[in-house]
Each structure stands twice: as C-alpha cells, then as structure tokens.
C-alpha cells in the first residue's frame, strides 16, 4: 500500500516539474508538537494557540473562514462561535438506552491551548524554479486528533498573520529559543517568517487553487528529496532554519534549566546547614514569619507570586483528630536549593535563585512532603551570613556550591517539560534527549 502512494505521489510530482512554475503559489503546512525544533511553539504556558486564542478572547484579533482562490473574501466568524468549537460536552448517564426515562446532564468542557496544533498558509513566489520569496498569511487552530475520541484533528479557527504579528510583538509569552541552542533568541513573527519549525506540507497549489498536489509525505522522507526541482526547493525553503536558527544572533552557545535540588543528613556534608544552633530552615522560617523576607508560592506554571503571611504560618499547624498540632521547626532538616544551570561544550555554571522550606514527610499527618513557601536567595543574605560553616558563612557556602549531594532531582526545562531524576532513571522522560539524562544524572550525589 505505501508503494502505491509512493508512486501515485511520484507521478503527480512529475507532472508538476514539466510545467512552468514560475509565479505565485501556495503552501499549506502544518506545525505539531512531538519534534524538538517546534518546542518554542508549544511551550507550556506559552502556546502559540495560547496567544492567539486570548487575544481573540480580548477582542484584539478576529477569527476568519477562507477560501482558497477567494483569499480576498474571508468571512468573520463570530468570537462566541469559535469558542463553542472548544466545547467538549461530556453526558453523566451516557450509557443509558434511549427509552430511559432519566437523561444524563451535561457537563461542559474545554479543550486547551496545550492540545492543539496549528497550520501556516503561506504565499510563495516561484522564479525559473526556485523559490524567491515567501510570506505568510493565514494561522489555522485545529485540537490535535489523538485529543479526540475518534482521532480526528477538530478545526478550531483562522486567522490573519498580520493581526497576529501584533500579537507577537507585543505579548512577552512570544519568545521563540533555540531547542538546541539557547543563546538565540527571537519572536514567534520572525521565527515563522524564517521557517524555523519542522512542519508537514499538505498542499501545493497555484495561484487560482484550481491545480492542487498534495503531499503527505514527512520532510525528511527520502521520497521528497528524490522529487522533482520545485519540491526539493520547498524542502529546503521550509527547513533552512529549522535545525540551526542560521542567521539569529546568539552571544553566547548554552542549554539551560532549572534544577531544584532536595539536600538533607543524607550526605554528611550537609551537616553545616543543619546543626542545633543554627538550622538554616528554622532561620528562614522565622525571619519569613516576621516579614523580613519576602514569601512566595509556586504556581501551577512553574513562576512564583507573592504569599500570604497567614498562609505560610498556617502550613505549621496540622489536624489530627479534633486536635491542631503544632508541627516542631526545630526538627525540620530538609531544604530545597533551585538553582539555573548553563551548559555549555559540556562544562556546567550555576546561580541559585530561590530556597525552598518544606516539611519532611514524617512530620505530617497526611504523610506527603508539605511545601511551605520559597524565599529569594539575595533576600536570604543578611539572615544566612550570620549563619557560620567552618571559614565561611552559610551565604557562602550555599554560593559556591559547597553542599553535599542530593538523592533526587527536580528539572524544567526552558519550554516547560518536567521530570524528576534518580539515579535509577533509566530512559530520558518525555521531553528531554538520553544525552540530557546522562548530564542530569551526573549532578546527583555530587
């Protein structure tokens, strides 16, 4: 059967090279998630669909149907209508027959941002053959398929690129990285104008949409780079910044992340941070108590906020029975380092950023670890300076990394991917390289 395609896709692209292709054509492609290059597109938090769909929801763009061959007549859907695709209706009593008396009720759900992928219809001008220029014109939304209960990928909206290129100028969510190299930087218009995605082309079509080839066939197939002149040079139009961002800026050639490290007794070089008389946990709890420092919470994004005195002092007191226990400080021996990791030609540099006071599981009710609040590291020096380990101050000590090592690993990514790494990892979670893991493996026990 894909010999068959093979070869019905390989006639329609031979019939295409022996016309005369020069002048303007179309290309519909389509951006998923999954690959490595199109990461800085499906960001968490920091979706492309994400951006789009709150600026139509804040009246700043306006959503589309298109024709092709009618591009200059697009009709305006109404804001109301293109949300309601996002619907997901689900019935409680959907297993009843038809002539139960009882019908379920429906609940109403949404599909998200982080489900969905999207299409670029681009305008590509075609000279002796080669491909002189090319523009964007149009963001298609879809909910990705293998979201969906019978696979197929849901149209959500379209949308012009040139009210989305306010968009992303203007919205700080719209940094597009480098996957593989950290240090370039750019915006979501730019990185779309240079093709700086992996994508899929759908269609190629001429300027009145009347002649149509498609392809299903993935860039990297061989069957592609076999074709006739003008795919090959689609190919390459498509991919040119794909893998190295050629042309972007970069002052420096890095990967970062942020890594949160869970150092306790365990090893015996964390003895310092620890002792009776200065608990470093118990000074940093008490000076947040006060409101000598600043307390924060993580949010479900990953980004800290501002917390509340009372509920940071709360988490101290936990029920049990009819009776409130207050949970002994003293005995607190756990404590949280986050810090930014660089790597680069495979050498690490690091700067903590936050510390983490939590109560170890064998001192709450439930049995979990509980999260009491993060402090600023720079907000922490005058506390941990009056802290002393042997020549040098807790402040010191925690700067230059002279803590003992930790049995697990806390790592995020740039782009938001997750794990948790032990020295039993055995394959890279999703999300990160094997390459990856081996560096990550590498900072636990040390």
Not at 250 to 260: C, D
Not at 405 to 420: I, M, P, R, Y
Request: hydrophobic share 35%.
């Amino acid at each position: 059967m894909k010999l068959v395609q093979i070869l019905v896709i390989t006639a329609l692209l031979f019939s295409f090279s022996n016309a005369n292709r020069d002048g303007k054509f179309y290309l519909e492609k389509t951006i998923t998630p999954g690959m490595t290059e199109n990461k800085p597109f499906f960001a968490e938090g920091r979706e492309l669909a994400r951006v789009v769909l709150d600026g139509l929801k804040d009246g700043k763009i306006s959503s589309f149907r298109y024709i092709l061959g009618r591009l200059d007549q697009p009709r305006m859907i109404q804001r109301q209508n293109v949300l309601k695709r996002l619907e997901v209706k689900t019935d409680l009593f959907a297993g009843l027959d038809d002539d139960d008396e009882e019908k379920g009720d429906e609940t109403v759900e949404y599909y998200e941002a982080d489900q969905m992928h999207f299409r670029v219809l681009e305008e590509v001008q075609v000279e002796g053959n080669k491909i002189s220029s090319s523009s964007p014109l149009w963001i298609d939304l879809f909910v990705s398929g293998r979201h969906k209960t019978d696979g197929i990928d849901h149209y959500v909206g379209s949308f012009r690129y040139k009210d989305c290129l306010e968009l992303f100028r203007e919205d700080s969510r719209t940094e597009w990285i480098n996957p593989f190299n950290h240090g370039q930087r750019t915006n979501f218009s730019k990185a779309i104008e240079m093709g700086l995605y992996r994508a899929e082309v759908l269609s190629v079509m001429n300027d009145n949409a009347d002649e149509v080839f498609f392809s299903t066939v993935d860039f990297g197939g061989d069957e592609v780079k076999q074709a006739e002149p003008f795919i090959k040079d689609v190919f390459q139009a498509m991919t040119k910044g794909g893998l190295d961002a050629a042309g972007l800026p970069a002052e420096e050639t890095y990967l970062s992340y942020k890594l949160e490290r869970l150092i306790d007794l365990n090893d015996p070089k964390n003895k310092p941070l620890f002792n009776d008389d200065q608990n470093v946990v118990v000074s940093l709890y008490e000076a947040g108590a006060s409101g000598d420092i600043p307390l924060h919470y993580k949010k479900v994004d990953g980004t800290l906020a501002e917390q509340d005195l009372n509920a940071f002092t709360s988490k101290f007191t936990t029920e049990r029975g009819l009776d409130s226990v207050n949970i002994p400080i003293e005995k607190l021996d756990q404590v949280v380092i986050v810090e930014s990791m660089k790597e680069a030609n495979g050498k690490q540099s690091y700067e903590v950023e936050y510390l983490g006071l939590l109560v170890p599981e064998d001192l709450t009710y439930s049995g979990f670890p509980a999260y009491l609040g993060y402090l600023r590291f720079e907000d922490c020096k005058s506390v941990l300076e009056n802290l002393k380990a042997d020549q040098q101050n807790i402040f010191q000590l925690i700067s230059n990394r002279g803590f003992g090592g930790t049995t697990s690993l806390e790592v995020t990514s740039v782009f938001g991917d997750k794990a948790t790494i032990t020295k039993d990892t055995e394959a890279a979670p999703p999300g990160f390289t094997e390459d990856e893991l081996k560096s990550f493996k590498a900072q636990i026990g040390n």
